[in-house]
């Protein structure tokens, strides 16, 4: 399995930004993928998660209404649409896949956590987003 994530760069507050996952290697069709960051000195932090149920989409609170999830399964390739950048955003970000099909990334089922890091197995090398005027 391998996740090569990529988009990042410079960008002024209130701009935005699209990250891409592509994904590869996977030998069923039930997976989520899940986008993290870490900024300096700060643990990783869970964003965003979408499986393959149709309509599944799960934020955090500190990007929901800004950050937008979603997949293109003719190319294995999951975004991250990034509006409305604040500084506080600056940090290297992270795709990663789940291979068990054990999280569900759906309010309904909040209380699982679906963006506990240790759901994920695999992870893309990450890429740095830098929100600064």
């Known amino acids: 399995v391998q996740l090569v994530d990529s988009g990042g760069g410079l960008v002024q507050p209130g701009g935005s930004l699209r990250l891409s996952c592509a994904v590869s290697?996977?030998?069923?069709?039930?997976?989520?993928i899940g986008w993290f960051r870490q900024a300096p000195g700060k643990e990783r932090e869970g964003l965003s998660c979408i499986s393959n149920m149709p309509g599944d989409s799960f934020y955090s609170d500190s990007v929901k209404g800004r950050f937008t999830i979603s997949k293109d399964t003719a190319t294995n390739t999951v975004y991250l649409q990034m509006d409305s950048l604040i500084v506080e955003d600056t940090a290297v970000y992270y795709c990663?896949?789940?291979?068990?099909?054990?999280?569900?990334?759906?309010?309904?089922?909040?209380?699982?956590?679906?963006?506990?890091?240790?759901?994920?197995?695999?992870w893309g090398q990450g890429t740095q987003v830098t929100v600064s005027s």
């Open positions: 290697g996977f030998t069923h069709d039930y997976y989520a």
């Open positions: 990663a896949a789940d291979r068990s099909g054990a999280v569900y990334c759906n309010e309904r089922y909040s209380y699982l956590k679906p963006l506990d890091i240790l759901k994920y197995d695999f």
